[in-house]
């Protein structure tokens, strides 16, 4: 096995996903960023969840929007639902591993609020059930997914954005959600904080 051939093919992956993504996904991603400026205007916040990887994106939104993503700016209120393992645990353990987000939004979502949600697949049945606790708090929902968008998909409305990397390949996904991550954060500080 040729190592330095894989890493290159590995290489190539990223970049044709991303070039094919660059010609699909901008409109959808520069909606997404307006929603989140109205609300964060409007002094709503993001809440943001997801599962493995997902959360890990979740907790690096949140965190580019609360310190600070490339220049210096008021902190942004965004919170990543994955991050309080004494919640996460007794709720999955008192209920299901399934209502871990959608119990946190009822408590913490208020009407015009956003959720990002995130999954790979589309599938992940607690950020499902965290997009109807979403709706049932009147938040509006920004989705990154892949594959066919899976039942997240199905559950949104015409004021959510869906954002949906054209690929089957679960890491190739999740290199393409990090890029949206931050062309959000960078243009959500255009818009409120004017050029650099």
Do not use: W
């Not at 939104?61 to 902190?75: G, T």
């Not at 645990?89 to 959720?115: C, H, M, W």
């Amino acid at each position: 096995m040729d190592l330095n051939a894989r890493i290159t093919q590995h290489f190539h992956a990223s970049i044709d996903t991303k070039a094919e993504a660059s010609q699909v996904l901008p409109p959808q991603i520069a909606f997404a960023s307006q929603m989140m400026v109205e609300t964060l205007l409007n002094e709503g916040k993001i809440l943001a969840c997801g599962n493995g990887g997902s959360a890990g994106d979740s907790q690096h939104f949140s965190s580019e929007m609360l310190n600070r993503f490339e220049r210096e700016r008021p902190s942004l209120p965004a919170m990543a639902l994955t991050t309080d393992t004494s919640t996460l645990t007794s709720i999955a353990n008192d209920y299901s591993f399934n209502e871990v987000f959608s119990k946190q939004i009822r408590a913490l979502g208020q009407p015009g609020d956003i959720l990002l949600a995130i999954s790979t697949s589309g599938n992940s049945g607690n950020v499902i059930q965290a997009i109807q606790a979403a709706h049932e708090r009147e938040m509006r929902v920004v989705a990154l997914t892949g594959k066919e968008g899976g039942d997240m998909a199905a559950l949104l409305t015409p004021d959510d954005c869906e954002i949906r990397v054209p690929s089957q390949v679960t890491a190739r996904i999740q290199e393409v959600h990090l890029l949206v991550i931050h062309c959000l954060c960078d243009l959500i500080d255009e818009q409120l904080f004017g050029g650099a």
